[in-house]
């Protein structure tokens, strides 16, 4: 068939046209039209850039010019088979040749367009790059065959399990034949093969741990021994971790069974290695804590004996005349035999302490050297070697075996070592001696500079504690004096003012002016005289010369006494909220309390703010309080406030008070057992509180609490 005359007729004209030939150019897909024979008609934009040419380079030439060689012949069969109508579309992939000379892979589909009759007209190919999938393909190729001789090549087994409970094994590498005699086929036709080789000892646990680390889904680690086909033992380090699939599902499970058969061996030589340098190591320590001879010796050759798996061990000592030696040190056997004499010469011994060199006999009851007075028959391989001082022997270390066994060198070597520990102990029993008595007297003479050093300590201490208390006497003597003066010369000076008024003979006053004089003079003088008595109070106190004087009083009663006769609170609003309670207490003190109290919150609140005094009973006591609506205490200030001397912070210089009050306070409530405290209230001011304990106390039956205003009015 050939081609069409006009090509471009091919293409939809009119407005269709425009648009079809706009699609056509600018698809990202290469688009190619062809006649029956395989010339290119037209080509976009896309197909042109993919090969380089231009678009009049590429018109009306063949398909097969861009087409590798070996793909030439394919391709135009497939074109055959589309024209013949066996196929409504063609697909392969096939390499293209560039202008530049390079080659790319694209991925082809061809399909025929036939006009109403049915019969071809042209062939419309896409052409898909797909260069770069094919050079993902070939480097995942010849990873795979790296992957694959490396597996082939490492000192490991290498295995791929099928997820399913028989184990099957769908790969394994050619090492399973070096490493247990066994052949790949055999391994993957047996699933039971591993299971079967597994050591005794260690198959049921090999087996758990494999099916636990399957299940866990996780990268999983055990070890093993394996029986290899001709009896050998062979150790491995398994390490496996589950695939999963298509579906997220596990499907496959890919290890790597390592030989660890050195490893084991280096790690039982090190185990040995150190039960020996332990040994070593805790019979050095054994020298230098114990002055008994006897005992390190005793520890030496025991743990001599340990490590060579024997129970029977002796050590014998050169005698200070040097014509004998003594058994001194027996272990198992060998102790019945404690105290036994060989002469130079006699015995395995003997000939040890003459020759000065090591010795072993493999059956020593039989042994013609074996001396004629020691007649255990149950003796077998026995090996001893010197223990020596500089060049002398000074005795001999043995071991022996009542069962069938060998010494070899390295035995001797090893016991030599301890043999060597075993002559530093005889060397020098005496220098420990004189060393643990240096030791002594060394720590006697640290102790006596430690007790020294204390003595010397605690004399500072407490004659820096007498400097502080004397300067803290010396800040209170000057608070006290500056406080006191000011307190004293006040009223003294209103006094001595009013005396002068009073003593002149001109002077003619009203009769009521007269009594408000006489009035404040009495006042200012018992301002002095309550200023001394709680110096006076305070005094005894600190000298523990006041007692309380306990009677049942009416505590209600006595709070109302107190604000009758208080000068501070005339004129004030005070309030009394008082169960009428009787407890037995010093009244008097109680009474100095509740004025102190009352004082303070009246000196510290403005004249119209409310004071209230409630008296309220506890399970064991009772408690006074006195509350205001002042500025409060701050909580740094609460715990020092009933020291002597103090005062709030915000107190001037120049306010009333010596500080003594509160502290009066405090310590008349301990001289009653009980304690005085300062709380804040909600919505601002002070809570002055003092518990009175008195386990008698208990209110009244006949009455109800009393709460109501009460205020003192200066009498007329």
Not at 136 to 151: D, F, K, S
Not at 250 to 267: C, L, N, S
Not at 270 to 283: D, F, G, K, M, S
Not at 558 to 571: G, H, K, Y
Request: glycine share 8%.
């Amino acid at each position: 068939m050939t081609s069409h005359p006009d090509a471009s007729l091919m293409l939809p004209r009119e407005d269709g046209g425009e648009r079809f030939r706009a699609v056509f150019d600018l698809a990202d897909v290469a688009i190619t039209l062809g006649d029956l024979e395989g010339h290119i008609q037209e080509s976009n934009r896309a197909f042109q850039a993919l090969l380089g040419y231009e678009e009049h380079e590429i018109r009306g030439r063949m398909f097969s010019d861009f087409t590798h060689p070996d793909d030439v012949e394919p391709d135009r069969e497939g074109y055959l088979r589309l024209i013949n109508g066996e196929l409504d579309e063609w697909q392969m992939e096939k390499r293209y040749v560039r202008k530049d000379g390079s080659v790319i892979w694209g991925h082809l589909t061809v399909s025929i367009i036939r006009d109403v009759d049915g019969s071809p007209l042209q062939g419309l190919a896409l052409v898909r790059p797909i260069d770069f999938q094919k050079r993902v393909e070939a480097r995942l190729r010849r990873a795979e065959v790296g992957y694959r001789t490396l597996i082939e090549q490492i000192p490991a087994i290498t295995y791929i399990d099928a997820y399913d409970d028989r184990l099957s094994t769908l790969f394994i590498s050619p090492q399973v034949e070096t490493l247990l005699g066994l052949t790949p086929v055999e391994w993957i036709t047996d699933p039971d093969l591993w299971y079967k080789h597994l050591h005794p000892s260690d198959r049921e646990r090999a087996l758990a741990e494999h099916l636990a680390g399957r299940a866990s889904g996780k990268p999983f680690r055990f070890e093993y021994r394996m029986v290899t086909r001709d009896g050998r033992i062979v150790w491995f380090e398994e390490a496996g971790t589950v695939l999963p699939g298509r579906a997220g599902r596990p499907a496959r499970v890919q290890g790597v069974m390592f030989d660890i058969t050195e490893r084991k061996r280096a790690e039982v030589e090190l185990r040995r290695q150190n039960e020996i340098l332990a040994a070593l190591h805790e019979t050095t320590l054994g020298l230098m804590n114990r002055l008994d001879i006897e005992d390190p010796l005793t520890a030496i050759v025991t743990r001599a004996a340990a490590l060579l798996r024997t129970e029977h061990g002796f050590i014998y000592q050169v005698k200070p005349d040097g014509h004998e030696i003594v058994l001194m040190v027996g272990v198992g056997m060998c102790r019945d035999w404690i105290g036994f004499r060989l002469k130079p010469g006699e015995g395995m011994a003997g000939k040890v302490w003459e020759t000065g060199r090591p010795m072993t006999v493999y059956d020593y009851a039989n042994w013609e050297g074996a001396s004629p007075r020691w007649t255990d028959p149950h003796l077998r391989a026995a090996m001893a070697v010197p223990l020596t001082s500089g060049s002398e022997v000074v005795g001999v270390i043995g071991l022996g075996y009542q069962e069938d066994g060998f010494f070899g060198d390295e035995q001797v070597e090893l016991l030599s070592r301890f043999g060597a520990m075993a002559s530093l102990a005889l060397e020098n029993a005496s220098l420990y001696s004189a060393a643990q008595r240096e030791l002594r007297e060394r720590t006697e003479m640290e102790r006596a500079l430690q007790e020294s050093e204390r003595k010397l300590r605690e004399a500072f201490d407490r004659e820096r504690e007498v400097a502080e208390q004397l300067r803290s006497l010396d800040e209170l003597r000057t608070t006290f004096l500056h406080a006191v003066s000011h307190e004293l010369r006040t009223p003294l000076a209103s006094v001595l003012g009013l005396a002068l008024t009073l003593e002149r003979e001109d002077l003619e006053l009203p009769r009521d002016e007269f009594r408000e004089l006489l009035g404040r003079l009495a006042g200012n003088a018992r301002k002095l005289d309550r200023l001394l008595s709680d110096l006076l109070d305070l005094d005894r106190l600190d000298r523990g010369i006041l007692e309380p004087r306990r009677r049942p009083t009416d505590m209600s009663e006595l709070a109302r006494r107190v604000l009758d006769n208080s000068e501070v609170a005339r004129d004030r609003p005070v309030t009394i909220d008082a169960e009428r309670l009787v407890i037995a207490v010093d009244a008097s003190k109680v009474e100095r309390i509740l004025e102190n109290l009352l004082a303070n919150a009246l000196r510290h609140t403005p004249p119209g703010s409310p004071v209230t005094v409630r008296v309220s009973a506890m399970e064991d006591g009772v408690v006074v309080a006195v509350e205001d609506e002042g500025p409060g205490i701050p909580s740094g200030f609460r715990r020092t406030i009933f020291e002597p001397f103090s005062r709030g912070p915000e107190a001037p210089d120049h306010s009333p008070g010596v500080g003594i009050g509160l502290s009066l306070v405090a310590r008349f409530a301990e001289l009653h057992g009980g304690r005085a405290w300062v709380e804040g209230r909600t919505g601002g001011g002070a809570s002055f509180c003092v518990f009175l304990p008195e386990g008698s106390a208990q209110p009244f039956s006949t009455g109800a609490p009393t709460r109501e205003p009460y205020s003192v009015q200066e009498p007329s």
